[in-house]
């Protein structure tokens, strides 16, 4: 089965307006992680939540967690235009230690 | 800020050829990963490496693939026969361990096989 699937797959906004995406996944986990990937480049770590924290925030991110629902849900304030990109959940299980990645939202943020 | 390197960026390779991807992961990391993402997908997980050996890996990770560590900061990765399906970015990723999950990951090499 697959895990963590986002929605939505694209996403375009104004400059200054919020950007929420959603994660779903399906088996139990350790931690969620939410990743950033400009075009053709690698991720880059944006914010981790455990298993047993509701919302989390860093700096304009907002990350909340629901582990009964099996989601996630990363709210991006004042978005700006250098915020286009693609954005990612990885959720860790176990012991084990390696991302389990889902597809990803496309966000662009048109200035 | 320390990050994660990875050479080369591009590797074009023709089918059946083998390839080595490398990547010099952040210093005082203990475990190093390697995940592709085939164009327009997931970013799937392929391998980990902790303590000089694999602990744990992919049903994609089979035969065709190897890992090493062969010195104190290099941290390759082998393929031995490829295949057009493996043309893909392949991202190496490195973590210190511990009560840390987040993982830094390298710019990328993009393989082309044809």
């Known amino acids: 089965s697959q895990q963590g699937e986002e929605d939505p797959q694209a996403l375009s906004i104004q400059e200054g307006e919020n950007a929420t995406m959603n994660c779903s996944y399906k088996?139990?986990?350790?931690?969620l992680q939410w990743y950033r990937q400009n075009s053709g480049r690698g991720l880059v770590h944006l914010i981790l939540?455990?298993?047993?924290?509701r919302e989390k925030h860093s700096g304009r991110l907002r990350v909340t967690l629901d582990t009964s629902k099996k989601s996630s849900s990363l709210l991006i304030t004042a978005s700006r235009a250098a915020d286009t990109a693609s954005y990612f959940c990885?959720?860790?299980?176990?012991?084990?230690?390696?991302?389990?990645f889902g597809s990803g939202t496309q966000l662009t943020v048109l200035p | 800020e320390p990050e994660v390197t990875q050479t080369p960026s591009h590797q074009v390779t023709q089918m059946g050829q083998e390839v080595i991807l490398r990547c010099v992961p952040i210093?005082?990391?203990?475990?190093f990963y390697w995940y592709r993402q085939i164009l327009g997908q997931k970013v799937e997980f392929l391998v980990s490496?902790?303590?000089?050996?694999?602990?744990?890996k992919s049903e994609i990770f089979d035969d065709q693939f190897s890992v090493e560590r062969p010195d104190g900061s290099n941290f390759t990765l082998k393929i031995r026969s490829t295949k057009l399906e493996d043309s893909a970015m392949y991202f190496c990723a490195s973590n210190w361990g511990g009560r840390s999950y987040e993982q830094y990951f390298g710019p990328g090499t993009r393989l082309t096989v044809t």
């Open positions: 088996t139990s986990i350790n931690n």
């Open positions: 490496f902790y303590n000089n050996e694999i602990s744990e």
């Open positions: 210093s005082n990391h203990l475990y």
């Open positions: 939540i455990r298993s047993n924290e």
């Open positions: 990885a959720t860790v299980r176990g012991s084990a230690r390696q991302l389990t």
